[in-house]
């Protein structure tokens, strides 16, 4: 993914209430269809401030829309071996858990 403009504390500012994906686990997605379930982890944002740490959350949806849905993509891109990974906000996601 190109890196975009914003920093990430610019992005996480612009958030009311959601959560920062830093986890994902297991395997749950089907790359014909772009469904995809996935245990996850990371960070609750409230009022546009990291608040806590969360834990044993699912994500789900199809990958169409994820993508339809990136609304913001942050400046800071770590290449990884050949991928490279800047923070990015997806507007609308389904995320169970307590």
Same mark, same amino acid.
């Given at each position: =993914?190109? /890196?975009?403009?914003?920093? /990430?504390? #610019?992005? !996480? ?6 959560? %920062?994906? *830093?986890? &994902? ?5 089907? &790359? *014909? ?6 245990? #996850? ?10 608040? %806590? /740490? ?15 849905? !990136? ?13 490279? #990974? /800047? *923070?990015?906000?997806?507007?609308? =996601? ?5």
């Amino acid at each position: =993914m190109t /890196p975009g403009d914003a920093s /990430p504390e #610019a992005i !996480i500012e612009g958030v009311a209430r959601s959560l %920062y994906l *830093t986890d &994902l686990l297991g395997h749950g997605d089907n &790359l *014909t269809t772009g469904d995809f379930s996935r245990g #996850a982890g990371g960070i609750w944002i409230g009022g546009g401030e990291v608040a %806590y /740490p969360k834990a044993e959350i699912n994500v789900a949806g199809r990958l169409q829309d994820l993508l339809r849905e !990136i609304d913001a993509v942050g400046d800071d891109a770590i290449l990884v071996g050949a991928i490279a #990974a /800047p *923070t990015f906000r997806v507007a609308n =996601m389904v995320v169970g858990g307590s």
